[in-house]
């Protein structure tokens, strides 16, 4: 069974563009979350999607956006790009929301300059 | 507010030497804690998940206990090898809002 998946794997990005990053989970995975890690900062909760439905959210201003489409498919969108979005965005899937088992992707790489 | 504080913050162990993390919490109300092992460059992989009634559970090497009157969670590693070198993050997830709260992690280095 493939793992999850991320693309793109690197991206750099200016200040004010806009970025899409992508995620496929695990077949049959029906949860997905997303995650910034900054060395700074962290791992720090960004979003959680479940049948389509947002589930819950970080603390993260509205530039932060993503959707869950029905075949499970997640993406995040950041708009108009902070040189502190830098970051290393992971996606974890599951099978189902809180006690099950969360399997991550690689990451996608975002620099910003 | 909820938080997860790890100790220590970096540690250096010998090959073959046993080591244990310490993840101390405040979230609640409490429904489960995982241990997370991230090699760097990749993302986490799960090492445990315990929930309330879980006092101990083992995963190869690795035994993670849980004592949640105290609200504190340990990472046993026995007998650790060089590929044991890596960050290790405790996650505790809310029960009430379902949210999750990440410790800072310990980084493990195992020297030869």
């Known amino acids: 069974k493939a793992g999850v998946t991320q693309t793109p794997r690197y991206l750099i990005k200016t200040r004010g563009q806009q970025v899409t990053l992508s995620c496929s989970p695990i077949s049959g995975h029906r949860s997905v979350s997303w995650y910034q890690q900054t060395p700074g900062q962290g791992l720090q909760f960004l979003f959680e999607y479940f049948s389509e439905t947002q589930r819950n959210k970080g603390n993260f201003p509205g530039r932060f956006s993503g959707r869950q489409f029905s075949n499970s498919r997640s993406e995040m969108n950041v708009s108009t790009l902070e040189l502190g979005d830098s970051a290393l965005y992971l996606c974890a899937s599951s099978l189902g929301v809180n006690s099950y088992e969360q399997y991550f992707g690689p990451g996608t790489r975002l620099t910003v300059t | ?112």
């Open chain 2, 1 to 112: 507010k909820n938080q997860v504080e790890q100790s220590p913050q970096s540690l250096i162990i010998l090959e073959g030497k046993n080591c244990t993390l310490q993840c101390n919490y405040t979230v609640s109300p409490f429904s489960n804690l995982r241990w997370y092992k991230q090699d760097t460059g990749r993302g986490p992989v799960s090492l445990t998940i315990m929930t309330f009634s879980e006092n101990t559970k083992s995963n190869g090497r690795y035994t993670a206990t849980l004592d949640a009157d105290t609200k504190q969670s340990s990472l046993h590693i026995t007998a650790s090898q060089l590929s044991d070198s890596a960050s290790y993050i405790c996650v505790v997830r809310e029960n009430a809002g379902n949210m999750l709260t990440f410790g800072g992690g310990t980084r493990l280095m195992v020297k030869p």
